[in-house]
């Protein structure tokens, strides 16, 4: 089997890559210089010249709020565009089997909690993610919808927070987690005696670690189709894939402090806003099928750690 990897330099597309490689699996991979996913003709030519037996699609343009809020059209767009020629060629191509990674912002911003899948289009969304989630959800109804007409296996999983190597550690576009992740890692570096963090630290977050996500990926992507189809419906078809336990930001400000030796202070600044509350996913339908998390998030933390280090800065005295 020869599976075509789309997004293979992200983060998760990269431990799919890995964990493909680790199986003997042969991955085809393009960079975005060498294939531009929102070129319609140039996705045609390149799936009529590789031909591959398989496609996993996680290839996405993905950002933070301020990102969001500030190119909505570059979102909604460039998403769409990936999905319908990504799965559309692929269907032209003979292509049965198909993976779409989704995102946990396709539910709506007052979903009752842990977000099952039965919530998808019950509700508004978050406004400031809106067209990227709007884009999301037509790539699980594209794959829905080529199943129902052509008999196509096109499958859709939707992780919660992810984490690990490869993350983005920038420090104005970054996520909650490798933001944390740096702002201690220079906080010892520099020797500070205080890291202030935005909020209450009273939201609780879920975080999975992207080994993890990548192997439950593989895990659907590699199911019997009678076993899929027991576990979901054709139009209800997507898998959420969490850790299935959630922490404070306070919790995991204290546990990131202790991975990189930090042991100053650490304090909320309250007169910023705490965001949405709460966000867990429910992660019932997987683990009913098999599968089941197997990075602790400490471990996890200090796997990323270590990545962070080895990739973007020297270790600082007292990490550990």
């Known amino acids: 089997m020869r599976v075509y990897v789309a997004g293979h330099r992200g983060m998760v597309g990269g431990a799919i890559v890995r964990q493909l490689a680790a199986r003997d699996i042969e991955t085809i991979t393009r960079t975005h210089a060498e294939l531009d996913l929102t070129n319609q003709a140039a996705v045609a030519d390149f799936f009529a010249t590789e031909k591959p037996d398989a496609v996993v699609l996680a290839a996405a343009k993905v950002g933070g709020i301020h990102a969001n809020n500030t190119y909505p059209a570059e979102f909604i767009y460039e998403n769409l565009m990936i999905e319908a020629n990504v799965i559309h060629q692929a269907y032209l191509n003979g292509i049965e089997r198909l993976l779409f990674l989704g995102s946990s912002c396709i539910y709506p911003r007052a979903v009752t909690q842990p977000m099952r899948e039965e919530a998808l289009l019950t509700g508004v969304l978050e406004p400031t993610n809106e067209p990227y989630a709007v884009a999301k959800i037509a790539g699980i109804k594209l794959c829905e919808s080529y199943n ?123 007169s910023k806003p705490d965001g ?15 599968w089941a998390p197997q990075v602790s998030l400490i471990d996890g933390l200090r796997s990323t750690y270590r990545w962070f280090l080895d990739n973007h800065a020297a270790a600082p005295i007292g990490a550990k």
Request: aromatic fraction near 10%; glycine fraction near 8%; hydrophobic fraction near 40%.
């Open 148 to 270: 129902r007409q052509y008999g196509t296996d096109y499958r859709s999983v939707m992780p919660t927070n992810l984490y690990g190597p490869g993350d983005n550690f920038h420090p104005e576009n970054s996520h909650v987690m490798p933001a944390l992740i740096r702002r201690f890692h220079e906080a010892v570096e520099n020797n500070f005696d205080e890291v202030i963090i935005w909020g209450s630290g009273e939201p609780r977050r879920e975080f999975l670690h992207v080994d993890d996500m990548a192997a439950a990926s593989l895990f659907i992507f590699g199911l019997q189709r009678d076993a899929y189809a027991a576990k979901t419906e054709p139009m209800l078809s997507h898998i959420n894939v969490g850790f299935g336990e959630d922490v404070t930001i306070r919790e995991l400000a204290q546990q990131i402090a202790d991975v990189t030796g930090f042991a100053g202070r650490i304090s909320f600044d309250t």
């Open 276 to 290: 949405t509350m709460r966000k867990l996913m429910d992660s019932t339908r997987i683990k009913t099928m098999g």
